[in-house]
């Protein structure tokens, strides 16, 4: 599996916005960029994913970089409920049904103030 | 929103009991997975199924774990005997693959913490 790097830990200020980066150098053509967050005691949720173009949702926007070794979750306005574990997860389609699996790496604890 | 339903919450039993975990997937989703997490180890994942069929169970210690799909509505896994090793928090997952294998996004449960003593 390609590997991602995550600072182990962030903090940001309530209301401010957030960029929690990650790093995926040996990115291959066909892996997508998924991140999940993880509550405190709570299984983990689904964030948001991307190829190659920059998304957004409800939640979050992603920011993927033209060479596609790096990208950034962007947070647009932190608030306490977003301190998290957030994880940075390449995910391969493949072919013949047999990679559909997550492997979650230690991620980025992001811590928010007050 | 749909959710992936898992019992029991908590569980905790004896060293050499047998131990049953059970998750209801997300109705449509067609892919399952179970995951354990350890403050040492992390995210692992122990097994998954698509359309009710194991793909890869190489996570998992064979000789006392067990997961299967009775049905599309149930998923489980079984440890036998249990060991104070096992103790971690278990999540079922599920989601819905398409043809080409992309997913958009997996639905986990809140876990079954499991204390073995």
């Known amino acids: 599996d390609a590997k991602t790097t995550q600072p182990n830990s962030m903090e940001s200020n309530e209301e401010e916005p957030v960029h929690l980066p990650c790093n995926h150098s040996?990115?291959?053509?066909?892996?997508?960029i998924h991140w999940y967050r993880q509550l405190p005691s709570q299984g983990p949720e689904y964030v948001i994913h991307g190829l190659t173009s920059n998304v957004n949702n409800r939640m979050a926007s992603l920011a993927i970089a033209e060479d596609r070794k790096s990208s950034t979750l962007i947070l647009h306005r932190a608030t306490l409920r977003d301190a998290a574990v957030y994880y940075c997860?390449?995910?391969?389609?493949?072919?013949?049904?047999?990679?559909?699996?997550?492997?979650f790496g230690k991620g980025t604890l992001l811590t928010v103030n007050p | 929103d749909a959710r992936v339903t898992q019992t029991p919450r908590d569980k905790v039993t004896e060293m050499g009991q047998e131990v049953t975990m059970r998750c209801q997937p997300i109705?449509?989703?067609?892919?399952v997975f179970w995951y354990r997490q350890t403050m040492m180890q992390g995210l692992e994942l122990l097994a998954y199924f698509r359309n009710r069929a194991p793909l890869d169970d190489s996570g998992m210690p064979k000789d006392r774990f067990s997961a299967e799909m009775p049905d599309a509505t149930l998923a489980t896994l079984k440890i036998q005997p249990s060991e104070p090793r096992d103790s971690a928090v278990y999540f079922c997952?599920?989601?819905?693959?398409?043809?080409?294998?992309?997913?958009?996004?997996?639905?986990f449960g809140s876990g079954t913490r499991l204390t073995v003593v």
């Open positions: 997952a599920s989601g819905l693959v398409d043809y080409s294998g992309h997913n958009y996004g997996y639905t």
């Open positions: 997860i390449l995910y391969s389609p493949g072919s013949g049904g047999s990679n559909y699996k997550l492997t």
């Open positions: 040996t990115i291959s053509g066909t892996d997508y």
């Open positions: 109705l449509g989703h067609n892919t």
